[in-house]
């Protein structure tokens, strides 16, 4: 436990360094498989994020009814079209498309007419971060256009709650209006990560392109140094992705999992490359050991609960049969409510009867019901029997107006036979 505390504060210590100015390192922590957040600072603040916006592209292109891995493509010459990025910048990037590559930028090294697979080119973006992958995807996701394709991406990270987030490109190349936040990443990242081909891909440390009617074969390295043997390995991390160029500084969104837990990590806008890794390494590593506590919330047995009965001064002793617990991560203590569900009774009630039940809730979410046994037996008390009849009464009007009227008829009928 002692580690791990110290752990906590040396990740907090690393993150320190980042946080605190205006222009500092927004991050957030995220539960994959809940939504719920551990840990966040400006997770909401718009920022450039660079090549982890390809997240977004390869999780629409395998959201697909249909993908064939080995579906041959044609690599289109405005994919891998270059400028200066000085000549994409003139004019406020308003005089070339935001798709354009420029000259600098990270590549997979594809040749213009070049035939690949699609598994090509989702490796060739994922792993060395190619931009020139990420467009030729978008072109043909986009029937031939790739603003097309970023309109259609635009609309289907919305349609995963992402509120603000705007894409002009596939890649993330810098741009005035292309901007994401850590929390909306998160959400791409935890979506994404449900899928198998996916899950695959980012957490790939290497993979052979093999020879094109263009180019020999070629071995791509992923770049992502959490799964990778050194200094910055994590063990249990199995992805996500990096992204850097000098408006967005190094960005990452990084995963890992345990059977019971996922946890999704994003970083944007950080100075330092290594330090961005050291911090995601030491989050991940305290989130995913951290070790779970569980909660009595009933007991077995007679229980503290008691119900009011009406005609009776003493309450009802109450007992349940068997006991529930709750176990939980301590940074995502649930807010826990118990509820009586009572039962109509009548009387005798008897040792062990079922009187009602106790509903349990976690975050708002019914997580169990249990029921109550009366723990001993309770007679009907005259004020009791009189309050029942009046409540019969009183809840069959009707039926006891037209039974007064018999007996009163009944009564004259008689009375009128013996005169």
Request: glycine residues 6%; aromatic residues 10%; contains cysteine.
């Amino acid at each position: 436990m002692r580690q791990l505390v110290l752990l906590a504060f040396s990740a907090l210590f690393c993150l320190s360094s980042y946080l605190g100015a205006e222009d500092g390192t927004c991050f957030v922590v995220l539960n994959g498989k809940t939504g719920r957040i551990l840990s966040q600072q400006g997770a909401h603040r718009k920022l450039y994020p660079a090549s982890t916006t390809k997240i977004a592209l390869l999780a629409y292109v395998l959201s697909s009814n249909t993908v064939d891995l080995d579906q041959k493509l044609v690599v289109p010459a405005e994919a891998v079209k270059s400028l200066s990025e000085k000549e994409k910048a003139k004019d406020n990037f308003s005089k070339y498309p935001s798709y354009i590559l420029e000259s600098v930028s990270t590549i997979a090294g594809f040749q213009a007419g070049e035939v690949i697979t699609l598994r090509d080119a989702l490796y060739g973006m994922m792993l060395p971060s190619g931009n020139d992958a990420a467009n030729t995807l978008a072109y043909y996701w986009g029937n031939g256009s790739i603003p097309a394709c970023v309109d259609k991406l635009n609309a289907f990270v919305a349609s995963l709650g992402c509120q603000d987030t705007h894409f002009m490109n596939p890649h993330g190349l810098p741009h005035p209006q292309h901007y994401s936040t850590a929390y909306d990443l998160a959400i791409m990242a935890s979506y994404a990560m449900q899928n198998p081909d996916f899950k695959k891909i980012v957490g790939t440390a290497s993979y052979v392109k093999e020879k094109t009617n263009k180019q020999p074969a070629v071995t791509w390295g992923n770049i992502n140094k959490l799964i990778l043997p050194g200094p910055f390995f994590c063990e249990l991390a199995n992805g996500i992705k990096t992204g850097h160029h000098a408006k967005a500084q190094h960005c990452l969104v990084a995963s890992g999992e345990i059977p019971d837990r996922s946890i999704i990590v994003v970083l944007l806008h950080c100075p330092d490359r290594k330090q961005m890794f050291l911090v995601a390494r030491k989050l991940l590593t305290r989130y995913l050991e951290e070790p779970k506590k569980e909660k009595l919330i009933v007991p077995a047995g007679k229980i503290e609960l008691e119900r009011e009965l009406e005609g009776h001064s003493t309450p009802l002793s109450l007992k349940t049969q068997t006991p529930f617990s709750i176990s939980y991560f301590p940074s995502e203590e649930p807010a826990i409510r118990v509820v009586a569900a009572w039962y109509e009774l009548r009387f005798p009630i008897k040792e062990g009867q079922e009187v009602g039940a106790l509903k349990v809730f976690a975050d708002e979410k019914e997580v169990a019901s249990t029921p109550l046994y009366s723990a001993e037996h309770r007679s009907a008390t005259w004020r009791q029997r009189f309050l029942e009849t009046q409540s019969f009464m009183q809840s069959h009007k009707t039926i006891v107006f037209f039974a007064a009227i018999c007996v009163i008829g009944l009564a004259f009928f008689v009375f009128k036979r013996r005169r």
